[in-house]
C-alpha cells in the first residue's frame, strides 16, 4: 500500500514554494549576488549597498542561503558558484527582474 500525505502537507509545499520563489526574486531585485560579490560581504555591508535593514535581510539571506544561494558563516555571506553567474556584472545569462508590461488587477472574491 503506498503511503499518502496528508492533505495539510500539500498545502504546506505549496505555500512553500511560494515563500521561496518570492525570496528569490526579492534576492534578483536588490541584487544581492552582485552585492555579495566573488569574495563575500558583511550583513551590515549588504544592508548598506542594498538600503535594507539588517534584521530583515538576515532573514531574507538565511532563507536563500537554507535552499543553497549563499553560504552564512556567522555575518559573513558569500554566494555560491551556481548563484554567481546571476550577477549583473557577469557575462552570459542574467538574472534581472523586468516589469511586466501588464498591470495586475486585484483578485474579486464572488460568493
Do not use: C
Not at 552570459?92 to 498591470?103: E, F, L, N, V, W
Amino acid at each position: 500500500m503506498e503511503h499518502q500525505a496528508p492533505p495539510q502537507s500539500a498545502v504546506m509545499h505549496i505555500i512553500a514554494g511560494y515563500w521561496l520563489s518570492r525570496a528569490v526574486y526579492l534576492g534578483a531585485r536588490l541584487k544581492l549576488a552582485d552585492a555579495v560579490g566573488e569574495k563575500g560581504a558583511t550583513l551590515e555591508a549588504l544592508a548598506s549597498a542594498t538600503g535594507t535593514r539588517p534584521d530583515r535581510l538576515q532573514r531574507l539571506l538565511r532563507a536563500l542561503a537554507s535552499h543553497g544561494f549563499f553560504r552564512a558563516a556567522g555575518w559573513h555571506f558569500r554566494t555560491d558558484a551556481a548563484v554567481a553567474n546571476l550577477a549583473v556584472g557577469r557575462t552570459g545569462q542574467h538574472a534581472r527582474p523586468r516589469r511586466s508590461r501588464t498591470r495586475s488587477r486585484p483578485l474579486r472574491i464572488v460568493a
